[in-house]
């Protein structure tokens, strides 16, 4: 189970009068919402409903061995209780509370792997969030890899700055706050310097030598292949884990109801099985925390163990 949860999934798709018409955590950079605006999410973020013991269990009755959570998304926003930045669910939300800690607590009394996603390069709250190469600018279906409506200057920034202040410390927070971990799930390394990929790996070796990293650390690194969003491994050359929204969306959309049903889902791991291949189903909650009826229904249903 992969889920995507942050202050994108309160705003479920839809700003000033417009939907997304592309996945839902992407929203700030899509309508280019200034940090100061963003931000005001923060104080109004309180999913009351989370229950990380009923995430949980739904994964294992599904026959899911693993759980893949958002500790930080692009939008910088830390689901976890970050002592590198104050920009995080326990300091700045009514919530208060530290949703990766509880969900690793509960991993453990069920007995399932964890697993923390971590966006590594890109950061829109920050100046020097990585992906600002003119190469890329602009590339993801328009819309803007690093955040130049804040900060429009690509001149004055420098990801290493970042790297050093925000991305690292909160990578070793990560692996030496929630005990063994089975995954780092990096993503969307753009123009990732190699050195930088390169001690990132070092890093998860030194405090968890035992812990995975997906391919999209960058540079051709990583103990396996992340396959690109909603794709199926082609061959049996490596080993692959393919991660599969469970509607069109990874983040919450409230106005996507176009769910997948248990016997496509079955079909889909079946296809990934006969690669060898993992499959990570996504879901993103809403709101409050909570599983949407529809995607607990899929997995209530499927017969994948």
Not at 57 to 81: N, P
Request: glycine share 8%; hydrophobic share 35%.
């Amino acid at each position: 189970m992969m889920i995507h949860f942050g202050l994108y999934s309160l705003l479920g798709g839809e700003w000033k009068g417009k939907r997304m018409d592309y996945i839902g955590e992407w929203i700030m950079s899509k309508y280019e919402i200034p940090i100061a605006e963003y931000e005001k999410l923060a104080g109004i973020f309180d999913p009351i409903y989370f229950d990380a013991d009923e995430w949980v269990t739904l994964a294992k009755e599904a026959g899911m061995r693993y759980i893949v959570a958002t500790a930080k998304h692009h939008d910088g926003f830390a689901m976890y209780h970050s002592m590198v930045d104050r920009y995080n669910i326990v300091d700045a939300t009514p919530f208060g509370r530290d949703l990766i800690g509880e969900l690793a607590q509960a991993c453990r009394r069920h007995g399932m792997h964890l697993g923390l996603y971590y966006s590594q390069l890109l950061d829109w709250h920050e100046k020097h969030g990585g992906g600002y190469s003119k190469e890329f600018d602009h590339s993801n279906f328009g819309m803007s890899w690093c955040n130049d409506w804040d900060f429009p200057n690509r001149e004055e920034k420098n990801y290493r700055t970042l790297y050093e202040k925000k991305i690292k410390p909160q990578v070793i927070e990560l692996l030496t706050q929630y005990g063994d971990l089975f995954l780092i799930w990096f993503d969307t390394p753009i123009d990732m310097p190699r050195d930088l990929s390169e001690d990132l790996v070092a890093t998860v070796r030194l405090y968890q030598p035992k812990c995975l990293i997906n391919s999209r650390i960058g540079n051709g690194l990583g103990d396996y292949v992340s396959c690109a969003d909603n794709e199926l491994p082609a061959d049996d050359g490596a080993l692959y884990e393919a991660p599969i929204t469970l509607n069109h969306t990874w983040g919450y959309k409230a106005f996507d109801n176009d769910y997948k049903s248990a016997d496509a889902v079955k079909e889909i791991f079946d296809r990934c099985r006969s690669h060898n291949a993992n499959l990570l189903l996504n879901i993103g909650p809403d709101p409050l925390g909570r599983l949407p009826a529809p995607a607990i229904n899929v997995l209530k249903n499927i017969k994948c163990k």
